[in-house]
């Protein structure tokens, strides 16, 4: 049976596989027992100390998925360097670990810097990011020595002027786009295609080279961010060939070429090969059911067809053409096979390691966020309702809504679901169940995919999601219907716990009282 791991009863198992087989929760939760235990502490202590929803990370997975990448670059191109991209999981607290293990950080904004700054991360392990910088923190990144990935003629027209101000010469990258890499990932988070607002079209950059001995900016190199989880490791090696060209056009003009920058996107496995193709088989059939007449095996909210395109028969076909759930070459191992693979410069194919020894061995940046954080952090949840929908389809109402798990609001979610209170009780069979949110509006769906519990939860019973701690519930948190947003705690491996986000007030959310 395909979906007996999806189904898992062992809430442990589940956490485990969430991120490729590769996590290690074995001494941060325990669901042998009647109650779960997450970091040496029953399920209530927390359920009592910070309410719910709450979102637990483990720094111990998280540095060892750092780690992950740090070493990947130890044994196969020492000249590697991390920068966690700080949207994915922002706080001073995570960013001093990030630099602890020997990582910069990826910044965006002037309280992201901020934060970065206020963690220890020295300026010259800070990148700047952003299509939409403010002249405020492109002076701040000038004074502290960071690295400003350029988004647009324009912007580099304004660092200069800024830069000349300030008498400095910034090191910069240009961020590139404008790629033709077809349906790589999901069009939300796909940032280096030609609809993209991220980035100056690759096509452009001859033109612009020989501008820079003009201007006061050392352009030491190019960026790409292809996007997030991003399972095709051919879309990395077309960015990275393309930029090893861009950057000997570089050298003729006259410049270094020092950096090259490959963005994030390394892939969190969140499902098994096994699983996803038995949920891929799971819509499709479903849908053809639904049409002939049998709607009892929909699997996808309102029998929708997801990534799956139509046949000329109007039956969806097996292809699956967006984001994928599951990854061959999850996290570091994404990196990995990126330098042991094969890229293409100027129409010679050769070994990634050979192009960059003939590049003049630059500097490779990575700035993973999603494989650094995702699969360390599980968010909980109650649930107050179980429904019916369309006359026959189970639904939860969750008291959580949809502002709290970003995965469902920029793509279509896959993770793994457990019932988290007794954890140990089960049905003979999984209970497959859509997942609504407690918002006030109708596309707040938790999971618009069933997802398969191990038993029929009843009011009051937690939901545990695996694998929640990129994103969710940090970068679209909001208060929504005037929910609190929800306690975020990261548990160090000594059992120590700090705060990342406390539960907000009444009086935060509505800024009562105080000066
Ligand atoms: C969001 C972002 C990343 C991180 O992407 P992940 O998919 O979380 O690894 C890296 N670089 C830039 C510029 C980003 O905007």
Redesign the pocket.
């Given at each position: 049976m395909a979906v007996a791991a999806v189904a898992d009863p062992s809430v442990l198992a589940m956490a485990q596989e969430a991120g490729g087989g590769a996590a290690d929760f074995t001494d941060f939760l325990d669901g042998t027992g009647d109650e779960l235990v997450l970091a040496g502490r029953p399920l209530s202590w927390w359920t009592d100390t910070f309410d719910l929803p709450l979102q637990v990370s483990s720094g111990k997975q998280l540095r060892a998925n750092l780690r992950g990448f740090l070493d990947v670059f130890k044994a196969h191109y020492p000249k590697g360097e991390v920068r966690f991209?700080g949207?994915?999981d922002t706080h001073p607290t995570i960013f001093k670990l990030i630099g602890e293990e020997g990582a910069g950080i990826?910044v965006?904004s002037p309280y992201e810097m901020k934060a970065a700054l206020e963690a220890g991360i020295p300026g010259h392990l800070l990148d700047l990011?952003g299509n939409a910088k403010d002249d405020g923190v492109i002076e701040a990144a000038i004074a502290h020595d960071m690295l400003i990935?350029i988004d647009s003629i324009p912007e580099l027209e304004r660092v200069a002027t800024l830069a000349a101000a300030a008498q400095k010469t910034p090191r910069a990258l240009l961020r590139l786009s404008g790629y033709d890499l077809g349906a790589v990932t999901a069009s939300a988070?796909f940032?280096a295609g030609l609809w993209t607002k991220f980035g100056i079209n690759i096509d452009e950059i001859p033109a612009l080279l020989p501008r820079l001995k003009d201007m006061p900016v050392r352009v030491l190199g190019f960026h790409t961010?292809i996007?997030?989880?991003?399972t095709d490791l051919n879309a990395y090696l077309a960015v990275l060939g393309k930029m090893l060209e861009l950057g000997a056009l570089l050298k003729e003009e006259g410049h270094a070429f020092e950096i090259v920058n490959i963005?994030?996107?390394?892939p969190v496995s969140y499902l098994t090969e096994a699983e996803w193709d038995t949920l891929v088989t799971r819509i499709r059939d479903g849908f053809i059911a639904a049409k002939n007449g049998d709607p009892s095996k929909i699997w996808l909210w309102d029998n929708a067809v997801g990534a799956l395109g139509m046949e000329p028969d109007g039956m969806p076909g097996k292809t699956w053409q967006g984001e994928l759930f599951w990854a061959k070459y999850p996290k570091e191992k994404m990196l990995e096979a990126i330098l042991l693979g094969e890229v293409t410069v100027n129409g010679a194919t050769m070994k990634t390691l050979d192009a960059l020894a003939g590049a003049g061995t630059p500097t490779l940046v990575v700035?993973?966020?999603?494989?650094i954080v995702g699969d360390a952090g599980m968010t909980f949840l109650r649930t107050a309702f179980v429904k019916q929908i369309a006359g026959i389809h189970p639904m939860l109402a969750m008291e959580m809504g949809v502002v709290f798990y970003a995965e469902a609001i920029v793509g279509l979610p896959a993770m793994k679901w457990a019932v988290a209170t007794e954890p140990n009780r089960r049905d003979p069979e999984p209970f497959d169940t859509f997942v609504a949110g407690n918002l006030c509006f109708n596309a707040d769906m938790l999971s618009r995919l069933k997802v398969s519990l191990q038993r029929k939860p009843v009011r009051g019973d937690i939901l545990m999601i695996a694998a929640t701690g990129?994103?969710s519930p940090t970068f679209f948190a909001a208060n929504a219907n005037s929910f609190p947003r929800p306690a975020r705690i990261l548990v160090e491996a000594d059992g120590s716990w700090s705060y990342t986000h406390r539960r907000d007030t009444y009086d935060e959310i509505f800024s009562l009282g105080g000066t």
């Amino acid at each position: 049976m395909a979906v007996a791991a999806v189904a898992d009863p062992s809430v442990l198992a589940m956490a485990q596989e969430a991120g490729g087989g590769a996590a290690d929760f074995t001494d941060f939760l325990d669901g042998t027992g009647d109650e779960l235990v997450l970091a040496g502490r029953p399920l209530s202590w927390w359920t009592d100390t910070f309410d719910l929803p709450l979102q637990v990370s483990s720094g111990k997975q998280l540095r060892a998925n750092l780690r992950g990448f740090l070493d990947v670059f130890k044994a196969h191109y020492p000249k590697g360097e991390v920068r966690f991209a700080g949207k994915a999981d922002t706080h001073p607290t995570i960013f001093k670990l990030i630099g602890e293990e020997g990582a910069g950080i990826d910044v965006a904004s002037p309280y992201e810097m901020k934060a970065a700054l206020e963690a220890g991360i020295p300026g010259h392990l800070l990148d700047l990011n952003g299509n939409a910088k403010d002249d405020g923190v492109i002076e701040a990144a000038i004074a502290h020595d960071m690295l400003i990935v350029i988004d647009s003629i324009p912007e580099l027209e304004r660092v200069a002027t800024l830069a000349a101000a300030a008498q400095k010469t910034p090191r910069a990258l240009l961020r590139l786009s404008g790629y033709d890499l077809g349906a790589v990932t999901a069009s939300a988070i796909f940032t280096a295609g030609l609809w993209t607002k991220f980035g100056i079209n690759i096509d452009e950059i001859p033109a612009l080279l020989p501008r820079l001995k003009d201007m006061p900016v050392r352009v030491l190199g190019f960026h790409t961010h292809i996007g997030s989880q991003i399972t095709d490791l051919n879309a990395y090696l077309a960015v990275l060939g393309k930029m090893l060209e861009l950057g000997a056009l570089l050298k003729e003009e006259g410049h270094a070429f020092e950096i090259v920058n490959i963005g994030g996107g390394y892939p969190v496995s969140y499902l098994t090969e096994a699983e996803w193709d038995t949920l891929v088989t799971r819509i499709r059939d479903g849908f053809i059911a639904a049409k002939n007449g049998d709607p009892s095996k929909i699997w996808l909210w309102d029998n929708a067809v997801g990534a799956l395109g139509m046949e000329p028969d109007g039956m969806p076909g097996k292809t699956w053409q967006g984001e994928l759930f599951w990854a061959k070459y999850p996290k570091e191992k994404m990196l990995e096979a990126i330098l042991l693979g094969e890229v293409t410069v100027n129409g010679a194919t050769m070994k990634t390691l050979d192009a960059l020894a003939g590049a003049g061995t630059p500097t490779l940046v990575v700035e993973p966020g999603r494989s650094i954080v995702g699969d360390a952090g599980m968010t909980f949840l109650r649930t107050a309702f179980v429904k019916q929908i369309a006359g026959i389809h189970p639904m939860l109402a969750m008291e959580m809504g949809v502002v709290f798990y970003a995965e469902a609001i920029v793509g279509l979610p896959a993770m793994k679901w457990a019932v988290a209170t007794e954890p140990n009780r089960r049905d003979p069979e999984p209970f497959d169940t859509f997942v609504a949110g407690n918002l006030c509006f109708n596309a707040d769906m938790l999971s618009r995919l069933k997802v398969s519990l191990q038993r029929k939860p009843v009011r009051g019973d937690i939901l545990m999601i695996a694998a929640t701690g990129a994103y969710s519930p940090t970068f679209f948190a909001a208060n929504a219907n005037s929910f609190p947003r929800p306690a975020r705690i990261l548990v160090e491996a000594d059992g120590s716990w700090s705060y990342t986000h406390r539960r907000d007030t009444y009086d935060e959310i509505f800024s009562l009282g105080g000066t």
